[in-house]
C-alpha cells in the first residue's frame, strides 16, 4: 500500500503533517513524532509583531515602539512570554533539521507587509524545508473593505515568496468572501499551496468582571465539516497543495480530506488529548481503509469527492442546504 504523498513539491511518506504548535520545541518531541509515522513538522508561529517589536528594540534600545501608546502595545505579550525569540526560533529550526529527516516547515504568522517578511529568507538560511505563512488577521475597521484586507495579505505573500526558494503555503481564516478566488489570487502571486483553515482565536465573556476571557479549546470533529466544503469546492481549480487542518481526529476524518482533494492533514488536538502513538493507529486505519475499497495509491482517489464533477457548485450547495432545512419536522 503506497501512503506517499507529495505537499508543497516535498516528498512525505504519507500524509499526517504535524500541525504549528508546541511539539516543535522540544527535539525529542519531534523526534518521538516522526518515530511513530509523522512524515513532517510545522514549527510554532514566529508573529509578526514578535520581529517588528525586536527589530525596533535593537534601533531604539526598548521593547515597544515609541509610537504606540502604554495601552495599545499591553495587549501583545512581553517578550518573556513568546515560548521561542526569533534568534531562537532560527536555532530551533537548525537543531530540528540536524536531529530528523522528515520536512521542517517554519511558520510566518502575520497580515500586513513590512520588514518582519525578511524573516523568511533567515529561516530558509536556518535550514526550513518550506514556510507556512499564517495570514491570521480579524478585520475590526469598518472602514476597511474586504478589497483593500485581501490587497494587503496578496502583497505580503509576494513578498514572502519573492525572498525565497524553498515553497511557501498560506493557512487562510474561513471568513474571505469567496475563498476559492481568494485561493487562485494567493497561487498567482507564488503561492505553492493553501491550509483550510486556520482556528480564530475565540474569547468569551466574564460577566462579572465584565472583560474578555481567553481560552484555548481544542478542536472537535465538527469542524472538519466546513474544512471538506471548501476542500471539495477549491480543489478542482489550484495546482498547487491544498492542507487541511481543524478537526481531524480518526482515519475516516483523513479519508474525507483526501477524498475532498486535501494533499495532506494537519494533526493537533488528537496528539494533545492521545500522544505521538495515536499516529500508529490512524495511518493503520487508513491503510486497512484503502484495502477494504482496492485503493492501491493516495492519488488514486484523492479528490475523487470534489466539485470536479459538478457543473454548477453553487446551486449543488444550495439545493442541498434547501434540502436539509425542508426535511425538519417538529
Known amino acids: 500500500m503506497k501512503l506517499e504523498t507529495t505537499y508543497l513539491g516535498l516528498k512525505l511518506?504519507?500524509?499526517?503533517?504535524?500541525?504549528?504548535?508546541?511539539?516543535?520545541?522540544?527535539?525529542?518531541?519531534?523526534?518521538q513524532l516522526q518515530d511513530a509515522g509523522a512524515s513532517a513538522i510545522v514549527m510554532r508561529s514566529l508573529f509578526e509583531e514578535q520581529i517588528d517589536a525586536e527589530q525596533r528594540a535593537l534601533i531604539h534600545h526598548i521593547e515597544t515602539p515609541a509610537e504606540s501608546n502604554a495601552e495599545a502595545t499591553s495587549y501583545f505579550p512581553s517578550f518573556s512570554e513568546y515560548q521561542l525569540t526569533p534568534d531562537r526560533y532560527l536555532r530551533q529550526i537548525e537543531s530540528l533539521r540536524a536531529a530528523l529527516t522528515i520536512p521542517v516547515i517554519a511558520s510566518l504568522n502575520g497580515c500586513r507587509p513590512g520588514g518582519w517578511t525578511d524573516y523568511a529568507a533567515r529561516m530558509e538560511s536556518a535550514?526550513?524545508?518550506?514556510?507556512?505563512?499564517?495570514?491570521?488577521?480579524?478585520?475590526?475597521?469598518?472602514?476597511?473593505?474586504a478589497e483593500q484586507v485581501e490587497t494587503a495579505m496578496l502583497e505580503t505573500v509576494s513578498l514572502v515568496t519573492a525572498a525565497v526558494n524553498v515553497p511557501v503555503s498560506v493557512k487562510l481564516s474561513p471568513f474571505h468572501t469567496s475563498p476559492a478566488q481568494f485561493s487562485l489570487a494567493l497561487e498567482r502571486v507564488g503561492a505553492a499551496g493553501v491550509v483550510l483553515f486556520n482556528r480564530f482565536y475565540q474569547p468569551d465573556f466574564d460577566i462579572e468582571?465584565?472583560?474578555?476571557?481567553?481560552?484555548?479549546?481544542l478542536s472537535d470533529p465538527g469542524e472538519l465539516l466546513l474544512r471538506l466544503r471548501w476542500l471539495a469546492i477549491v480543489s478542482p481549480h489550484l495546482r498547487g497543495s491544498l492542507s487541511?487542518?481543524?478537526?481531524?481526529?480518526?482515519?475516516?476524518?483523513?479519508?474525507?480530506?483526501?477524498?475532498?482533494?486535501?494533499?495532506?492533514?494537519q494533526l493537533v488536538s488528537v496528539l494533545l488529548k492521545h500522544g505521538p502513538r495515536v499516529l500508529f493507529s490512524l495511518l493503520d486505519g487508513l491503510d486497512n481503509w484503502m484495502t477494504a475499497h482496492d485503493y492501491q495509491s493516495i492519488e488514486e482517489f484523492r479528490g475523487a469527492m470534489n466539485l470536479r464533477r459538478c457543473a454548477d457548485p453553487a446551486a449543488f450547495e444550495r439545493a442541498n442546504y434547501m434540502r436539509i432545512l425542508q426535511s425538519w419536522r417538529v
Open 127 to 145: 535550514g526550513a524545508n518550506a514556510i507556512e505563512l499564517n495570514l491570521y488577521q480579524m478585520a475590526t475597521d469598518p472602514v476597511l473593505d
Open 209 to 217: 468582571l465584565l472583560e474578555a476571557k481567553s481560552q484555548l479549546k
Open 244 to 265: 487541511a487542518t481543524g478537526g481531524i481526529h480518526s482515519s475516516d476524518d483523513i479519508v474525507k480530506a483526501i477524498l475532498a482533494g486535501a494533499h495532506t492533514v
Open 13 to 31: 511518506n504519507n500524509p499526517l503533517v504535524i500541525g504549528a504548535s508546541p511539539f516543535s520545541e522540544e527535539v525529542h518531541v519531534a523526534c
